[in-house]
């Protein structure tokens, strides 16, 4: 299976920060790597696919970069609606795996 | 619309037996994959496996294996995740997801079925 490390596990920020949030995987995998966003209660939404294709409807301040082991998602200008847990997910094999995501609090 | 609508939130005993759905409507239910995730309370998203209902063939995470059965109606276009005998462990957030080829995501999410096991 393929172990997704993500980091940080949480971050405190302010709106108009940039962030960045990484996953490395235990192999390659190609740009076999989506993004997903949760709010409280809600399901996930999809904002990143195929490592940096940017999903119809995201607002173009989330970005995503990377192939092989190394991903990055960035928000280049956080927003109040940002706040949220972050997920990568490995689509290269299966089982798929998600990361432990990354929790973006307000500071 | 392409939605998945999921069933609601169970309530059951250890040793008790369930079984969850998930209606697909607006695409063709057939002709894709569908995952089931699970969420423990607090925690992150797990995949659990795939079911494709146009054959029923199924791949299961080696987590859940043997833990979970996936099946599927197509006729009513419906997918299941059931359990023959419940353990409090299983007390989570199920979400059912459609596979999209094209991108290798999950992209449509049902709303998300909360399962509690307790005596």
């Known amino acids: 299976d393929i172990q997704m490390t993500q980091s940080p596990s949480s971050l405190s920020a302010s709106v108009g920060d940039r962030v960045t949030i990484t996953c490395r995987a235990s192999q390659s995998m190609s740009r076999y790597l989506n993004w997903y966003q949760q709010k409280p209660g809600k399901a996930p939404k999809l904002l990143i696919f195929?490592?940096?294709s940017l999903q119809s409807g995201v607002p173009s301040r989330f970005s995503g970069s990377g192939s092989g082991t190394d991903f990055t998602l960035t928000i280049s200008s956080l927003q109040v609606e940002d706040f949220a847990t972050y997920y990568c997910?490995?689509?290269?094999?299966?089982?798929?795996?998600f990361g432990q995501g990354t929790k973006v609090e307000i500071k | 619309e392409v939605q998945l609508v999921q069933s609601g939130a169970e309530l059951r005993k250890p040793g008790e037996s369930l079984k969850i759905s998930c209606k697909g409507s607006g695409y063709s239910f057939t002709s894709f994959w569908l995952a089931w995730v699970r969420q423990m309370p607090g925690k992150g998203l797990e995949w659990m496996g795939i079911i494709y209902p146009g054959d029923s063939e199924t791949r299961y995470s080696p987590s859940f294996q043997g833990q979970v059965t996936f099946s599927a109606d197509k006729s009513i276009s419906t997918a299941y995740l059931q359990w023959s005998g419940l353990k409090a462990s299983d007390t989570a957030m199920y979400y059912c997801?459609?596979?999209?080829?094209?991108?290798?995501?999950?992209?449509?999410w049902g709303q998300g079925t909360m399962v509690t096991v307790s005596s």
């Open positions: 997801a459609r596979q999209d080829v094209a991108t290798d995501s999950l992209y449509i």
């Open positions: 195929g490592a940096s």
């Open positions: 997910l490995q689509s290269y094999s299966i089982p798929w795996t």
